[in-house]
C-alpha cells in the first residue's frame, strides 16, 4: 500500500471470521482437532497469520488474521476442507490491530474464557489462566459465540 505521495505504508491488519459446520463424528473428534491446531500452528506462523478456532459439538468459528492476501488464500484452503461443511462468512476487513497476536491458533471454548490462551505461537504452549481478556480479544470473542449461540454449551 502507498499514501498520497507514494510512499510505502503498513497495511493495517485483515480479520476473516467463518463459521462452519464441523463434518467430524464424535469418535474422531479429538484426533481430528489434534490434527488441526498441529496443522494450523505450523502452517499459520510460517504465514504469518494469528487466530482463534471456536469449537464446540457441531460448529467451528474461525477468526484469521493476518495480511489480506496470506488470510485469504489461507481462507480459500481451509473452506475446500472436507472436515466441515456451509462454511460462511461472517466478517472480512481491515482492522486496526491483531487481537489474537499471541496466537498461532488459540483454542476457545464456546463458553468462558479459560483455554484461550492453550495453543499459543512459537511451538510453545502457554497457560496463563487467569489472565484477562482486552476489550478488543472479548469483543470479537462474542462476535464467535454470537454467531452459534444457539449451539453455546
Ligand atoms: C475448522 C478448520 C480450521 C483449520 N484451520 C487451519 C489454520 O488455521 N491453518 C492451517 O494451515 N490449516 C488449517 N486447517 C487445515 C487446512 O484445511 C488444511 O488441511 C491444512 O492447511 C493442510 O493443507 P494442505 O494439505 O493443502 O497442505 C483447518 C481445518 C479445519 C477443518
Known amino acids: 500500500m502507498t499514501d498520497t505521495t507514494g510512499t510505502s505504508v503498513p497495511e493495517s491488519p485483515f480479520r476473516l471470521i467463518y463459521r462452519s459446520h464441523s463434518r467430524v463424528g464424535p469418535a474422531d473428534r479429538e484426533a481430528a ?86 495453543e499459543a505461537s512459537e511451538g510453545r504452549l502457554h497457560t496463563v489462566a487467569g489472565e484477562p481478556l482486552t476489550r478488543e480479544q472479548t469483543a470479537v470473542l462474542k462476535v464467535m459465540r454470537d454467531t452459534i449461540g444457539a449451539d453455546v454449551v
Not at 482463534?52 to 476442507?81: K, N, P
Not at 466478517?91 to 476457545?108: G, I, K, L, N, T
Open 33 to 118: 482437532l489434534a490434527d488441526i491446531f498441529r496443522e494450523a500452528r505450523s502452517n499459520n506462523e510460517v504465514l504469518g497469520v494469528t487466530g482463534a478456532l471456536l469449537i464446540t459439538d457441531h460448529w467451528f468459528v474461525q477468526a484469521l488474521e493476518g495480511e489480506a492476501a496470506e488470510v485469504q488464500g489461507l481462507y480459500e484452503r481451509i473452506s475446500r476442507d472436507a472436515r466441515h461443511e456451509h462454511v460462511t462468512v461472517i466478517e472480512a476487513d481491515h482492522v486496526p490491530a491483531r487481537v489474537f497476536s499471541r496466537w498461532a491458533m488459540a483454542q476457545v471454548s464456546a463458553s468462558g474464557q479459560a483455554d484461550i490462551p492453550l
